[in-house]
């Protein structure tokens, strides 16, 4: 059914992500640029890629070149329905071909680097800013809380709904 995890990832939470999936369903996973010497274009994959200002990284291409069976979005904020259904229109995703899961990574300053550190440095900024003159919602909270201090939300338990839906369509075949 699947024949490869084939991931995007910037700051290492992906990449845990599809080495724990590989690991738990038997099937091997490869970055984007090992995948293309790894596997057949057209290939069935469940693709991981990290989420940036609203958009999954590198979706377009991986689309171009495999048959994407289930997406795994990585984000710093913890799961939502609204997040998800952002993440889904945003990107738009087709949840009769794609089935889409989102994950907690996590988020450390230290791993920034150019346009990336740019962008988190003034998200910081504008948040503290806030914070000072009113009261911030739950996610931008959660949000100013991650860029102050790293974390790091890589767990095997964020992987169960992946894993389930996997084991139920492999049943189908």
């Known amino acids: 059914m699947i024949d490869a995890i084939v991931y995007v990832s910037y700051a290492g939470h992906t990449k845990r992500y599809a080495q724990m999936l590989s690991s738990k369903l ?3 996973s490869y970055s984007l640029k090992e995948s293309k010497k790894n ?12 989420v940036r200002a609203g958009k999954l990284v590198k979706l377009k291409k991986v689309r171009s070149r495999y048959n994407i069976k289930a997406i795994g979005a990585v984000g710093m904020s913890n799961p939502s329905k609204v997040n998800t259904a952002n993440l889904q229109n945003n990107n738009k995703i087709n949840l009769t071909k794609e089935k889409f899961f ?4 996590g988020f450390n300053m230290d ?10 440095l003034a998200m910081k900024r504008s948040l503290t800013k806030i914070s000072e ?4 919602s739950l996610e931008q909270r959660q949000m100013l809380d991650m860029l102050n201090t ?16 996997y084991m139920r369509e492999s049943k189908k075949k």
């Open 133 to 136: 003159s009113r009261k911030l």
């Open 39 to 50: 596997i057949s274009k057209k290939s069935d994959i469940i693709f991981l890629t990290w």
């Open 26 to 28: 038997g099937i091997p």
């Open 111 to 120: 791993n920034l680097k150019g346009i990336n550190l740019t962008l988190m």
């Open 150 to 165: 790293n974390k790091d939300n890589v767990k095997e338990n964020n992987i169960r709904e992946i894993y389930s839906w």
């Open 102 to 105: 989102y994950l907690p990574g």
